[in-house]
Every structure is written in C-alpha cells, then in structure tokens.
C-alpha cells in the first residue's frame, strides 16, 4: 500500500522483453533504498512493481502482461521520467490517500493552463472509471494522490501547485500526454456493497436496472 505523496523522481534506463513480458531498471536518483530488500514494493508511476534487483542505483522489476496492457508501462522508453513512492510502514504519515499501485486504466492529458501560481489541468478518463471520480473526491494520477477540482462526464480537473509540479513529473505533462489512473479504492468498494447478494452473480457491475429496482432511479 502506498500514500500517493511522491518521495523522488527516477528515471526508466533499461528494458528488457523477458520471456513475453518485461523487466525493467529503474535509477531511482535521490531515493533512499537503504531500507529496501529484494521483494519490496515500489510504486513507479503509480503501478505497483516488486524489486528484483538492486545494483546500487536503483532497481529492476519484472512487469506482467497485465500490467503492460493495462498501464502506460507499454510506452516507457529510455529516458523517462517516473514518480517512485517506497510502500508505506505502520509509522508512515498518511499524507495522501489509501492508494494500492493497482492501475484502474489510463487516461489522457487534455489542456494545461496556468491558474494564479498553480496550473489547472484537464484530464479525461476511460469511460467506465468516470463513475468513480468525484467532485472534491481523491484520484491517483501516475502515483500521485490529487484532489479533484471537477468533473464533466469523462473530463476532470485538477489544480496542481508549483511544489507538486516540481517534485513530480507533472512538469513533463502536455496536452496528449498518457497518464495512469487508480480511482479511490473506497469508491470501488461501495460498489460492491450495493450490489449486496448480487454481487455473487455473475454480472458487470451497477445498472439502471438493478438502481430502478432497488428503488434509486425513481422518475
């Protein structure tokens, strides 16, 4: 588990394809791995990699198929810049939010402007995470845990201030960008704690036929 409060910026310097998936070497720059041992969790970008290595400098991870597909690990080259957050311990501040490095989907940078001494981003999500994002409801963006400012259908704001922009890689973020997105986990509990003895069956979530008959979609 993880807080979503970004402790350095590494940067991707090897991949390798591995029997059909990938390993990775992450530099982990002012990271401090002193505590870390070989099986630790790593939150790289908001996806949670288990070390397999350590040269020294930083890590290597192997990446499952799931993870490739599923995360903008797909797109990571040479070079890149990536948010790292070491696993919480029990004495951990919980800065952030409960955030678990499990990769909803992926969404897309639409507009960057400057708000004041902040920016205000635009982001849109998958469709079927739009659901879960609130108004003033938290939402992890490549790792880091955010407070959104609004929501209109897929799109979403967030107000980012200069220290976030700074120490994440949210500097590097312009209009196409690829980002990846775990809603609040809470959100997706409560989901299944609505659908109650249904949840058993074999279905595809909350409908507007399971709210009507529920009595929550009243005309």
């Not at 299944?192 to 709210?211: N, P, V």
Request: with cysteine; proline share 3%.
């Amino acid at each position: 588990m993880f807080t979503g409060i970004i402790e350095a910026v590494g940067q991707i310097v090897a991949t390798e394809p591995k029997g059909g998936d990938l390993r990775v070497r992450i530099k982990t720059q002012t990271l401090d791995l002193g505590d870390v041992q070989l099986g630790d969790s790593i939150a790289t970008n908001g996806v949670c990699l288990t070390v397999v290595d350590l040269p020294g400098d930083g890590y290597w991870a192997d990446v499952s198929v799931e993870t490739i597909n599923y995360t903008t690990v797909n797109q990571w080259k040479i070079g890149d810049a990536v948010n790292l957050e070491k696993a919480l311990t029990p004495e951990t501040r919980l800065g952030g939010h409960i955030v678990s490095g499990h990769v909803d989907g992926v969404g897309e940078v639409i507009s960057r402007q400057p708000d004041a001494r902040s920016e205000r981003f635009t982001l849109r999500a998958p469709k079927e995470l739009a659901k879960y994002i609130a108004h003033k409801g938290s939402i992890t963006v490549d790792g880091t845990s955010l407070t959104v400012n609004a929501v209109n259908g897929t799109d979403f704001e967030l107000n980012i201030v200069p220290h976030t922009i700074e120490k994440t890689v949210f500097g590097t973020y312009k209009a196409g960008t690829l980002v990846n997105l775990e809603v609040d986990v809470i959100a997706r509990y409560l989901e299944r704690l609505l659908l109650g003895d249904k949840a058993a069956e074999s279905q595809g979530g909350i409908t507007s036929a399971f709210l009507a008959e529920h009595g929550f979609n009243k005309g």
